[in-house]
């Protein structure tokens, strides 16, 4: 029951509930308020007139027009009657003389003996007036009227407050156990997911109202997060996979220097061991940076940076190693080529293809780096004179772990590229191989918005 | 400064909840000569502020916890100790967090011992630096200043990145510098890159330096890196 009212349904029922009672009973009160007041003043008004209208009237006169008023007039005068100078009444229908000034002026007097009744009390309003022969002469006027059309008012609100009020709080009642059974259907269903049913996801109905809304936001998030895990684990696999053959090959490595018969072998054992483990460990480096490049935290180093800044400092890094190979590098900028990034990974992606396009030029080749806007789009091309991709394995080059047939013999992880492809999707560019010219051509071009 | 007290500011204070590491660590820098000290956060914290560690090697998350937080407050208070802070946390963004937090150098896991080794001489090697404006070794002279370097009465005209390569070596006299180290604090690289491309530029260092007849001034550490042969 205490859960019941927790509920926020119900809570806004209640609050509907009394801000109408007050709504409703505040509009017939201000009704009721207005008629009484125009009722009372207009009665206050007639009475103060037919009294002054009456002070130069003979007694006779008057007798007749109160017997008159009494028989025929009675909507607006209930009550007239003459007092001589010593308070006793000559004629009317009042026995006393009410306990009000003799003014001219209408007063409120609350409980009026009827006339020709056995004690029956209601309220009046009346007005005395002196005559100039010492007469005082009395007029009123039942107010039963008012207080009867007050009953009614009351008995209005009554009756028409109790169903609506009752109305509200059923409406209230079933949206809140609607409400309720719904969020009971999804805690369940958020609680099987906890439990490793990854798949299963919120229910969302075709109503379209907050609850619909926020389950379709946690499913999306619920598809994000497994797709985040699918990935996840295909690092993992990866990592897994790629360290099982430098793993197979040092175990063996290790045993065959164990079993060598002197210690010069057992140390050429232990070393080409030691080479393979620092083999896997750069992969392993590899892999956790491109996990880390793909899923990890976006970066929030991105500022406004130079492009043929950052080519011409690796270019001036890599220049000695070109030379020693005997390659010509050449560098041609359009200075400057502002992009919004992250400085480290750019130059860790450039490094990545200078690096690469020195590695696969044979001597006496040349490596061409250019940076320039095309159609408006920042464009970065690295260009060798090596054997170049062949057209069989274009498709796969950006492939984790894929190594060209003649790469094989070169040193690397085999994931420069993957790296380098995944910081140019990072800052919205593609890296795309621009075709053999006569060796590999590969640009780095931002994509347009 | 007396023996005893000598003995103290060699400790090493090692913060790492990984014992087998911790215990490769550990046996790694007792052979090369160092005094190894496992440690809590807390400990490592506590022996810090009353000057009884040379150098800190603090693991990122230690049983759940950041141990930058406690780096932090460290430096803080004032105490200088300098600090390495090992993380399997390998992207720049984490690196420059431990960096502004008060570590003076960031290792990636995982790393070679030569590399870590390599490291905690640097670090130690720090607390010596005083503003000098003139380095030496043997016979060669460089002037921070001016900005030129001699062998003996020869001027050696050096490119500025060669300038800061050889200003590296010569901060950091007789001590292994992997070449790691050399693209983080000469290049500002703190990416894994093929790294022949730091022998060839050490190559052509050498060949300026270097005077014919006699060893060369920078020399080769198989497996580690190389070193400036101090006593040449």
């Known amino acids: ?449 | 400064m007396t023996k005893t007290s000598s003995n103290r500011i060699q400790t090493i204070v090692l913060v790492e909840d990984e014992t087998e590491l911790a215990n490769e660590i550990k046996a790694e820098l007792e052979a090369k000569g160092h005094l190894v000290r496992p440690a809590s956060i807390a400990e490592a914290a506590d022996a810090a502020r009353v000057g009884d560690a040379a150098v800190m090697i603090m693991d990122r998350i230690v049983f759940g916890e950041d141990s930058l937080v406690t780096l932090e407050a460290l430096r803080k208070e004032g105490v200088k100790v300098p600090v390495l802070v090992i993380s399997a946390l390998a992207s720049v963004d984490e690196k420059v967090k431990g960096l502004r937090a008060g570590g003076d150098d960031y290792l990636t896991k995982p790393f070679a011992m030569e590399e870590l080794v390599a490291r905690v001489d640097a670090l130690q090697r720090r607390l010596d630096d005083v503003r000098t404006t003139k380095l030496r070794v043997g016979d060669l002279e460089m002037d921070l200043i001016e900005k030129t370097v001699y062998r003996g009465d020869t001027r050696i005209e050096l490119l500025p990145r060669e300038f800061r390569l050889m200003e590296y070596f010569l901060r950091h006299p007789g001590r292994v510098i992997t070449r790691a180290m050399l693209l983080e604090e000469v290049w500002q690289y703190h990416f894994a890159l093929e790294t022949n491309v730091v022998d060839v530029h050490i190559s052509n260092l050498r060949k300026k330096i270097d005077t014919k007849g006699t060893p060369s001034l920078i020399v080769n550490i198989r497996g580690a890196g190389f070193m400036l042969n101090a006593n040449a």
């Open chain 1, 1 to 449: 029951m205490l859960e019941f009212f927790r509920s926020s349904a119900v809570r806004v029922a209640l609050a509907f509930v009394i801000v109408t009672t007050v709504a409703t009973t505040a509009v017939f009160g201000l009704v009721y308020f207005e008629i009484r007041e125009a009722n009372e003043v207009r009665n206050r008004l007639i009475l103060e007139a037919e009294a002054a209208k009456s002070v130069d009237r003979s007694v006779d006169e008057l007798r007749t027009a109160f017997e008159a008023r009494l028989t025929h007039d009675l909507r607006r005068i209930d009550y007239a009657a003459l007092f001589d100078s010593s308070h006793k009444v000559m004629f009317g229908n009042i026995d006393k003389l009410p306990a009000i000034a003799v003014d001219g002026k209408a007063h409120y007097v609350a409980a009026t003996l009827v006339p020709g009744s056995d004690n029956r009390r209601e309220p009046a309003i009346f007005v005395a007036r002196a005559r100039p022969d010492g007469t005082i002469m009395v007029l009123g006027r039942s107010l039963l009227e008012s207080f009867a059309f007050r009953r009614i008012v009351q008995a209005a609100l009554a009756a028409g407050l109790a169903p609506m009020l009752l109305l509200a709080l059923a409406i209230g009642a079933y949206f809140a156990r609607r409400a309720s059974r719904r969020l009971t259907v999804i805690q369940g269903a958020i609680a099987r997911i906890m439990k490793g049913d990854t798949q299963l996801r919120l229910p969302v109905g075709s109503r379209h109202d907050t609850i619909d809304k926020i389950s379709r936001d946690v499913n999306s998030m619920l598809d994000e997060i497994g797709r985040l895990l699918v990935q996840l684990k295909g690092v993992g696999d990866n990592i897994a996979h790629d360290l099982r053959s430098p793993l197979a090959v040092v175990h063996a490595q290790l045993e065959r220097g164990l079993e060598s018969p002197n210690d010069v072998q057992l140390r050429e054992s232990v070393k080409q061991a030691l080479t393979h483990i620092d083999k896997a460990m750069l992969t392993v480096t590899a892999l956790l940076r491109l996990a880390d490049v793909e899923y990890g935290p976006k970066s929030n180093n991105f500022r406004s940076i130079d492009l043929s800044a950052i080519c011409t400092e690796l270019f001036e890094f890599y220049e000695p190693l070109a030379t020693s190979k005997s390659i010509k590098m050449t560098l041609e900028t359009q200075s400057p080529v502002r992009i919004v990034g992250d400085g480290d990974l750019m130059r860790e992606a450039v490094s990545n293809l200078i690096g690469n396009a020195i590695k696969f030029t044979p001597e006496n080749g040349t490596v061409s780096i250019s940076v320039s806007r095309e159609d408006g789009l920042p464009l970065l091309r690295v260009r060798d004179t090596g054997i170049g991709i062949e057209p069989g394995e274009r498709d796969k080059i950006f492939q984790r772990f894929y190594r060209t047939e003649s790469g094989h013999r070169v040193p690397g992880s085999g994931l420069g590229l993957s790296i380098a492809a995944a910081i140019a999707n990072l800052h919205e560019f593609d890296l795309r191989f621009g075709g053999n010219d006569p060796g590999a051509v590969f640009e780095m071009v931002g994509r347009r918005k």
